[in-house]
């Protein structure tokens, strides 16, 4: 079956540290992939895009891999802050239909 | 000058009863979207509309009709709502590219409608 994962459970980072974040896919052949925020009770922002025929992509503190032969793209943010704690969402575009897959998110919580 | 806009905010209401969710746009974008999010936070895509027309219908009751009457607005009417119609409605709208990537661009989301069906 065809299914995108992201960690359940949230994660909590020490300020100052890398946060990583994971999202794997299973069956899909994606186009691009996209990482989004979003803050409670708030709609998702998007942060970044990652295309399949590229290996990272940075934007300031962020940056995203995506390894199509593990099926994983995974979300750095260095220098950590509290400011970022939030959930974040991969989502995924498959090269079919073009049509957005979204993982289910990960909260990640950055302490002072 | 919001980008994507939802009213209400809130929405509680009795089982049985219609309701209505606006979305507006002032992106000048030609796709929207209306997603629910229930408790887990798993966003799921109900609807989304390409210059006023269905393009996409996933598998939802038939007690829910999208509207769009041009391509800035689009709007979510449910009828007859029950328990399991409580959660977070969001609107999104995106450019579409008109080249391999077809409809789905980054999308931009409005703040959400907070439904609560008692």
């Known amino acids: 079956s065809q299914k995108i994962e992201q960690n359940s459970e949230a994660l909590n980072i020490q300020e100052g540290k890398t946060a990583t974040l994971t999202c794997n896919y299973t069956?899909?052949?994606?186009?691009?992939l996209q990482w989004y925020r979003q803050d409670p009770g708030r709609g998702p922002v998007f942060l970044l895009l990652?295309?399949?025929n590229e290996k990272e992509k940075r934007k300031e503190r962020l940056k995203v891999t995506f390894d199509t032969t593990l099926k994983q793209s995974l979300f750095h943010i260095t220098a950590s802050q509290p400011a970022d704690s939030a959930t974040y969402l991969c989502?995924?575009?498959?090269?079919?239909?073009?049509?957005?897959?979204w993982g289910a998110g990960t909260k990640l919580i950055i302490k002072p | 000058d919001t980008a994507v806009s939802q009213t209400p905010k809130y929405l509680v209401t009795q089982m049985g009863n219609d309701k209505s969710i606006k979305c507006e746009q002032n992106?000048?974008?030609?796709?929207m979207y209306w997603y629910k999010q229930d408790s887990k936070k798993f966003l799921k895509i109900m609807f989304s509309?390409?210059?006023?027309?269905?393009?996409i219908n996933e598998t939802v009751p038939n007690r829910f009709s999208p509207k769009s009457p041009d391509k800035a607005h689009l709007n979510l009417h449910i009828n007859s709502l029950e328990l399991g119609d409580s959660a977070v409605y969001f609107c999104?709208?995106?450019?579409?590219?008109?080249?391999?990537?077809?409809?789905?661009?980054?999308?931009?989301f409005g703040p959400g409608t907070r439904l609560l069906v008692l």
């Open positions: 990652i295309r399949e």
């Open positions: 509309y390409n210059n006023k027309e269905l393009i």
């Open positions: 069956n899909y052949s994606p186009a691009y």
């Open positions: 999104a709208s995106s450019l579409t590219s008109g080249g391999a990537f077809g409809l789905s661009e980054t999308q931009y």
């Open positions: 989502a995924l575009v498959t090269d079919s239909n073009y049509q957005l897959i």
């Open positions: 992106l000048g974008h030609d796709t």
